[in-house]
């Protein structure tokens, strides 16, 4: 086996798993959009092509075209739903691309006329920070969760499973060797999105931030520059991508049925949703990493491609205990608390749904989950579709099993303990004040500059005997 | 060439001429001879480079026309190379579209308008093919004359103020202009161009640096660059939309092209290098970048915003210039065609809005994309090419510029084009917002839109040059290439003056 992953493979992998995905969202979008249905379509095309030529090219302009194009569809996409936001994320999102074209000038400048692997460290950086504002690497992460709470759930549902994908994809092919800052803002990350989505009282912020701690792994998979850090985040990225999609989707689900997303009002959900329930349940439990599901193999293998570097293994600890406590109090406030505190009686009376999902809406969830399921179950399956063979890390099944109910154990003990862990309420996160104030001072500037630069007419007019004394004399300057 | 280059001077000239007797006897008839004579000349344009285009390939093109017969250095003559032919096609192209745009648009005397429109377009085109040092200076004074009789044509208080301002900043460079002609006449004894080129080493180094710094002050002040720039947010802004597209998209250029014509052919830019000047251009200009752009930030007004976005532009394609390599002109040239597509669009784009609005300035914009949807993409567009989204054309002009300012190392200049990529889209992404405001006040205004004579409605003419335009920079952006094998011959002909030198005085060289 080579040392690092054979990338084409890997792109036809990710390419095929993306075009899955487009489809689910698409077959979900079929109810969720009834007047722009087509226009939202048209967009899913546009992006899985865009997404395509990025992960496939090895042309710059070709890149910086589709990676460009990404850009305006996510932004028109978002633009359904809200226009201040869609602006936000357009301005933040164009300022990413402008440190990556600076990046891709400095390449070309250093002779790298393709895409190829970067070999100085500067650049190196350059491009982390470039291609991390679209992958909301941490610090450039804070669009991130203002986005995700308030876009429609299907467009949630494609930024947080697959968008933020392309940036890791370039990085792997970029980085073939690692980065140490990739690898340790990624293991920040995992503790960073974590603790944010503990603590959150909104769905969808927690879905947000649980993406943020997740990209932490695939981060984490790429800056360690192992083999099966590599493999582990390429598998990542699919999990992942199908375990948030789902989640994404079902959240739109719950949001209608019981008008909002405030985890705590999520009365007796699981009578309502039965479906959408066990498919929350199984993505969740995939972030976790409980075996029989897919996170459970992606996470072991970068477990085991990082946990010689810097004790990260023992990190790695804490990180699956800081998933398992959100992912848990999120299904105990959202799922099982009803099932566990009502009464026999109570259970059985009659439910009635304010939003009955369709057969549309509940094929992606259904789906998502049997992929899951499959992968966790037969793992070679996944090796398959990455035409690899299988790495060959003995898991032994029972200790990790022990291990898996021990973190449970520790995390409904703490929930039975806290009474729920509850928190109070906390507003939604938003973007205006950051760029708001960045607006008012960039004007407040340019007024002060204004003021100073145009003075009246004469001494405007005196600038230019100024100028041509100045040429004339300059000469004697130099 | 199939006809003489000079028709594309008389055409406009003579039509300008027929304008007021026609007028006198029957309007309907004026309309349709501007028409015809504004397709005509796009045609002509048309037909000049479509036969041109193999020898411009070739490095061969050089067309030149004797007045009377009279050869140079003694005659007046027309010497048309490949850089003439690209800024004449630019000067055709955008005369035929505001031609087509101010029939919807003016709505009032038009007849004067069109007289100054048609001068305006025989100025430049005269500007661009001219041998004759002189008579770039009457060219010159032409479109300035009637720049700014079309800037007053608003006839309010803002356009008059606007005027006067320009008058004098016009005026001063005029005369600046004339004093460097002067001194170089008075050295040298010839107006001829590529005379003066061959000869202008034996002027005392003295002389020769007083007649470059006066050119260069009035050419600056044409261009608008830092610290001249104080006319241009005022005269764009009180400007009918039409005229402020006209004079940042085309006259700009035709600046552009004096620039190029005057120090990279008719003194050589080594008069520039040897005494530093061309650092001092790269300065100011790089200056005038960054002030544009912040400037811009606090405009709500959006003609004067786009005043100060070209003033950022102008200075970047002055500044890309300066860097005098092959890459750097190609940058420029390129910008320069580019930022003409994406200005004019931008302008008439908003001009559209500004004009069948009711109400005051600043309000009018507000709701544009409920009063015409496709215009208001259009806007976008422009605005997205402008800040440097590819695959749309800016993306290109400003990725070639970098390349030009990373190949001589001048890191200052590409962080300020990444800024005023930025500070870009922070001023115009207000009147995006303001654009999609107030739906149903919108949706309750009428249109004050009425019917041409004859013709359909004015909004038609509007709309559909602002679409052409919309293709134009999409297509544009899409064959960058196109453009690369004609420029390299230009910027052979801008880097080895004597090529001109020789089609011009056909081989009458002096040591």
């Known amino acids: ?478 | 060439m199939i006809f003489s280059p000079l028709l594309l001077i008389l055409l406009p000239l003579g039509t300008a001429f027929l304008i007021p007797l026609v007028d006198l006897f029957h309007v309907e008839t004026r309309r349709l001879m501007v028409i015809i004579s504004a397709s005509f000349s796009l045609f002509l344009g048309f037909a000049a480079l479509w036969s041109a285009w193999p020898e411009l390939l070739a490095g061969t093109f050089f067309h030149s026309y004797h007045l009377s017969g009279w050869l140079p250095p003694l005659g007046i003559n027309l010497a048309f190379d490949s850089l003439g032919l690209l800024f004449s096609s630019l000067v055709t192209l955008f005369s035929f579209l505001i031609i087509v745009y101010s029939i919807g648009f003016i709505g009032h005397h038009e007849g004067k308008y069109y007289v100054l429109l048609f001068l305006f377009q025989a100025g430049c085109q005269g500007i661009v093919m001219t041998g004759d040092i002189f008579n770039l200076y009457v060219f010159i004074e032409l479109s300035a004359i009637t720049s700014y009789a079309l800037i007053a044509f608003e006839r309010d208080r803002s356009s008059l103020e606007a005027t006067i301002k320009y008058m004098v900043y016009g005026i001063l460079a005029g005369v600046f202009i004339f004093l460097g002609i002067i001194i170089i006449y008075r050295s040298l004894g010839t107006l001829n161009i590529a005379e003066i080129a061959d000869n202008f080493h034996r002027i005392p180094l003295t002389l020769q640096r007083t007649s470059v710094v006066f050119l260069l002050t009035g050419l600056l002040i044409k261009l608008g660059v830092f610290p001249f720039h104080f006319w241009m947010a005022k005269v764009y802004g009180s400007a009918p939309a039409s005229i402020s597209a006209l004079l940042s998209g085309t006259l700009a250029k035709v600046n552009i092209y004096i620039l190029l014509r005057l120090f990279w052919v008719g003194t050589g830019f080594s008069v520039l290098r040897e005494a530093g000047w061309d650092r001092f251009l790269l300065g100011i200009a790089l200056l005038s970048t960054i002030l544009g752009h912040v400037l811009a930030l606090r405009e709500r007004e959006v003609k004067r915003m786009l005043a100060f976005s070209s003033m950022g532009h102008m200075g970047m394609i002055v500044a890309v210039l300066s860097l005098n390599t092959p890459l750097g002109l190609f940058a420029g040239l390129l910008h320069a065609v580019f930022h003409a597509l994406m200005k004019t669009g931008l302008f008439l784009s908003a001009g559209y809005f500004l004009r069948f609005r009711e109400g005051p300035k600043e309000k009018r914009f507000t709701g544009a994309a409920y009063r015409k949807l496709p215009i208001f993409i259009g806007f976008i567009i422009f605005a997205l090419s402008m800040i440097g989204i590819p695959p749309l054309n800016g993306f290109f002009s400003k990725w070639f510029t970098m390349q030009a300012f990373l190949e001589k190392d001048v890191y200052p200049a590409i962080a300020l084009i990444y800024s005023g990529n930025i500070l870009g889209l922070i001023y115009y992404l207000p009147f995006v917002r303001q654009g999609m405001l107030g739906k149903e006040s919108i949706m309750k205004q009428k249109s004050t839109s009425s019917p041409t004579p004859g013709f359909f409605y004015q909004e038609r003419f509007v709309t559909t040059v602002v679409y052409i335009l919309i293709l134009l920079v999409m297509s544009s952006g899409l064959l960058p290439f196109v453009f690369q094998e004609p420029f390299e011959v230009m910027i052979a002909e801008l880097t080895e003056p004597i090529r001109y030198i020789e089609h011009v005085l056909g081989g009458i060289i002096h040591e």
């Not at chain 1, 036809?12 to 979008?29: C, N, Q, S």
């Not at chain 1, 226009?83 to 440190?99: P, T």
């Not at chain 1, 019981?258 to 993505?283: D, K, L």
């Open chain 1, 1 to 478: 086996m080579s040392d690092t992953i054979p990338i084409i493979e890997a792109s036809h992998f990710l390419m095929g798993f993306g075009i899955l995905l487009m489809l689910l969202i698409g077959t979900y979008a079929s109810r969720y959009y009834q007047v722009q249905r087509n226009l939202f379509y048209l967009l899913l095309a546009f992006f899985t092509l865009s997404f395509g030529v990025v992960i496939y090219t090895t042309d710059w302009i070709y890149f910086l075209i589709a990676w460009e194009g990404i850009t305006i569809i996510t932004t028109a996409m978002i633009l359904l739903a809200e226009r201040r936001l869609a602006a936000q994320y357009f301005l933040i999102q164009f300022v990413g691309s402008n440190i990556l074209y600076f990046a891709i000038i400095m390449a070309l400048g250093e002779g790298y006329s393709n895409i190829v692997p970067l070999e100085e460290p500067w650049l190196q950086m350059l491009f982390i920070l470039g291609l991390g504002t679209k992958s909301a690497l941490l610090g450039l992460h804070f669009w991130l969760p203002p986005v995700h709470s308030r876009a429609h759930a299907p467009v949630s549902a494609l930024l947080s499973g697959w968008s933020v994908n392309v940036g890791f994809v370039m990085m792997l092919r970029l980085l073939p060797e690692g980065n140490n800052i990739l690898f340790f803002i990624g293991l920040a990350m995992i503790f960073y999105g974590g603790a944010m989505a503990f603590f959150s009282t909104d769905y969808q912020v927690l879905l947000a931030y649980s993406t943020l701690s997740q990209l932490g792994y695939i981060a984490l998979g790429i800056g360690s520059g192992t083999l099966l850090g590599q493999i582990g985040a390429v598998l990542h990225m699919v999990v992942h991508g199908i375990a948030k999609t789902t989640l994404f989707l079902g959240s739109g689900l719950w949001e209608k049925e019981c008008n909002g997303r405030i985890i705590y009002r999520f009365e007796r959900a699981f009578y309502r949703h039965p479906v959408n329930a066990v498919s929350t349940i199984a993505g969740f439990s995939s972030l976790m990493g409980m075996v029989f599901l897919a996170g459970f193999h992606t996470k072991n293998l970068i477990k085991h491609g990082t946990e010689d570097i810097y004790a990260t293994g023992f990190l790695l600890y804490g990180a699956t205990l800081i998933t398992v406590l959100y992912a848990m109090r999120f299904l105990w406030w959202g799922i099982l608390k009803d099932m566990v505190m009502k009464s026999v009686q109570n259970r059985r009376e009659k439910i009635t749904c304010t939003y009955p999902p369709s057969v549309s809406e509940h094929v992606p969830l259904i789906i998502g989950t049997a992929l899951l399921l499959a992968f966790g179950i037969y793992p070679p399956l996944m090796y398959m579709f990455l035409q690899l063979e299988d790495p060959g890390i003995v898991i032994l099944w029972w200790p990790t099993m022990i291990e898996n109910i021990l973190f449970l154990v520790v995390g409904i003990a703490l929930l039975a303990l806290t009474e729920g862990l509850f928190f109070p309420l906390k507003p939604v996160p938003s973007l205006n004040r950051m760029l708001g104030l960045v607006i008012t001072i960039s004007q407040k500037v340019s007024n002060s500059i204004f003021q100073l630069l145009f003075p009246s007419f004469q001494y405007q007019l005196l600038w230019i005997p100024l100028i041509i004394l100045f040429l004339l004399l300059w000469t004697n300057f130099i």
